[in-house]
């Protein structure tokens, strides 16, 4: 851990204890040091969907950090997730993003792997091996955890991680109602791929705890009528391990319920939520939030005048450097919907949250500036001598819980930081092995 | 080829440029017809095998000429940071080839794009570049753009964003 001592998270832990955050976490190569080696190893990390390998010897490929991932199913229909690397001598084995094919062959010295990640083909194999090699021990090797939820695909590489369900905690009844309220969703064709400048904690905090950067930062799609102004009212909710919602609501259930979604979809809701879900869902503007550490979703309506649609964004901000982020960013539609309204949503989606999106180019433009302001020395100072803090104090020992919200988790009314804080206190736990609590809730 | 066309074909690309360079940007959306169709798909690392690798079914534009209106008015309001303050852009086009169509008054178009984007005092340039496949049309003595298809070669791209046009 290098540089870090014990003095540097307990000054950490008094700056939270008090609502702040020391801004030098943020780009610190010690503390991204540390994130590579605890925090991102020991949680779950979001690496697909079910629906982008339908059949057997599909696959997509994945990155864990820097780790290489190798999503794929299997002739028996089972989806596995290995290293994404020759284990003869580490090449990287499949160097595209997605297709289709029964068997991986690493081109390097000829070695062959099935859909199953087993060795099948091995170059010039009765001339130059004999019994010291044993095909049956040098298959792929496995992604240590592989789990999913509501078609939702997370990997971990910590082998005594807690199941995925135990992970996401009461997360999973949000996700019942965002990804399995229709009986199933798909992808809409590849993830968006692009390299901004940010750090990933800002990232994820941006989308899961920070509702308040809307009004400004989204200022011109007001001004432009673009985003849909009615009367709401929100909640944020604290949930285990760092994640957290947000979740907005029209006070009057609106003329099209359900996020105007086709009506052909809403006997489904009422089939597969239960009638709290359901009520959610029947007056929700828009679900904002995100697992953590690197799983953000947004699920909103977007659109112009009365032509608003719904549909699922899903982000992974995939940290390269302490100050770089790869976003990977899918759409996702309810199965069920009718071919013309998800075409349309997925026109929404990269009209709104697309690289060329009208909301998401100015979210790209504040994560650079924070980067720029982030390098000096009245930043980076870890005695904060320059009181050199940023604020999370929104509602901060005011605000209380509303026991009338009536998903779970604890939902606090309005805006408020409860999400970022309880998100800084459960990194710090992981950061520190353990050593700071951090369950989560604020 | 007729070299005049040809000649003032590439001028209107190479106005074009000038035109996004400079932010006349209610000049730039005239030079497209009313019919415009502004595509730019998603393209991929796939196994040669696996056939082509510009993505039908995903896109980062897909635009009429009513959406590249909005586009261009959300850019002016006040409140669009990523123009504040203004970035300075670069559009170069090259490997310009013009052939003509089944239509007497349209040409398709291929040229090559590069556009640099510098932010501030920020060092970091973002890139876009690739393919254009134009169809342009001759309409009332003016030369238009009545289609655009933008091939990236960036899987995964190098810009902060795509709010500049291409
Ligand atoms: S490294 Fe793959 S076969 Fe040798
Ligand atoms: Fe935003």
């Known amino acids: ?442 | 080829m007729n070299p005049e066309i040809r000649a003032a074909i590439e001028e209107l690309l190479y106005h074009e440029a000038y035109l996004l360079d400079h932010r006349r940007y209610g000049e730039w959306l005239d030079l497209f017809t009313d019919d415009v169709v502004y595509r730019m798909p998603v393209r991929v690392t796939r196994e040669r095998r696996a056939g082509s690798d510009v993505d039908p079914t995903a896109v980062y534009f897909d635009e009429t000429k009513a959406s590249l209106e909005k586009r261009v008015k959300r850019l002016s309001v006040r409140s669009a940071w990523v123009e504040e303050n203004q970035p300075r852009h670069r559009h170069f086009v090259s490997n310009v080839v013009v052939r003509p169509t089944e239509r007497p008054d349209e040409y398709a178009v291929r040229s090559y794009f590069l556009v640099l984007r510098s932010r501030g005092s920020d060092p970091d340039v973002d890139r876009v570049f690739g393919e254009r496949e134009d169809r342009v049309r001759h309409v009332e003595g003016q030369w238009k753009i009545a289609a655009r298809e933008l091939v990236v070669d960036e899987a995964v791209l190098h810009t902060i964003n795509l709010a500049m046009f291409l």
């Open chain 1, 1 to 442: 851990m290098g540089a870090l001592q014990a003095e540097h998270f307990r000054k950490i832990r008094e700056a939270m204890d008090r609502g702040l955050l020391p801004q030098w976490v943020l780009t610190d190569p010690d503390v991204w040091a540390l994130e590579q080696e605890r925090v991102f190893p020991r949680t779950w990390q979001f690496l697909g969907h079910e629906s982008e390998v339908p059949v057997p010897g599909a696959f997509v490929t994945r990155w864990m950090v820097h780790d290489p991932v190798l999503v794929v199913r299997g002739e028996d229909g089972e989806i596995r997730a290995f290293l994404n690397a020759c284990p003869h001598r580490g090449t990287l084995l499949c160097t595209a993003d997605a297709g289709t094919q029964a068997a991986f062959t690493c081109p390097y010295h000829g070695w062959t792997f099935d859909a199953q990640g087993a060795l099948i083909g091995v170059a010039l194999a009765h001339q130059v091996w004999g019994t010291e090699l044993c095909r049956a021990e040098w298959g792929l090797k496995p992604i240590p955890r592989l789990e999913r939820y509501q078609g939702l695909l997370f990997g971990t590489l910590d082998p005594a991680a807690p199941p995925l369900v135990e992970y996401l905690g009461a997360m999973t009844w949000y996700l019942d109602l965002l990804v399995g309220r229709s009986g199933g969703m798909e992808v809409w064709g590849p993830p968006h791929r692009w390299v901004v400048a940010g750090n990933w904690k800002l990232l994820y905090e941006n989308f899961t705890g920070d509702p308040y950067h809307v009004q400004s930062t989204h200022r011109s799609t007001v001004e432009l009528g673009i985003t849909p102004q009615r009367v709401v009212r929100g909640w944020q909710v604290v949930l285990p391990h760092g994640h957290g919602i947000n979740v907005t609501q029209y006070l009057e259930v609106p003329e099209r319920p359900y996020q105007r979604t086709p009506e052909a979809l809403w006997p489904r809701f009422r089939e597969h939520l239960n009638p709290v879900q359901e009520e959610l869902l029947r007056r929700a503007a828009v679900l904002v939030g995100g697992i953590f550490p690197t799983l953000s979703f947004v699920s909103p309506l977007h659109g112009t005048g009365e032509d608003l649609y719904n549909f699922l964004n899903l982000r992974v901000w995939r940290p390269l450097a302490p100050d770089r982020v790869e976003v990977w960013s899918w759409c996702l539609v309810d199965r069920a919907a009718p071919e013309a309204y998800k075409r349309a949503a997925y026109k929404a989606y990269v009209d709104s949250f697309g690289p060329s999106g009208t909301l998401e180019q100015d979210d790209t433009e504040m994560w650079a500036r924070v980067m720029q302001a982030s390098r000096g020395w009245m930043v980076r100072d870890k005695t904060l001598n320059y009181n050199n803090v940023i604020n999370y104090l929104m509602g901060f020992g005011r605000v209380e819980p509303d026991p009338t919200f009536p998903g779970p988790g604890t939902a606090y009314p309005g805006f408020v930081d409860a999400v970022s804080r309880s998100t800084h206190r459960f990194w710090l736990h992981l950061l520190t092995d353990g050593a700071e609590e951090g369950s989560g809730e604020a």
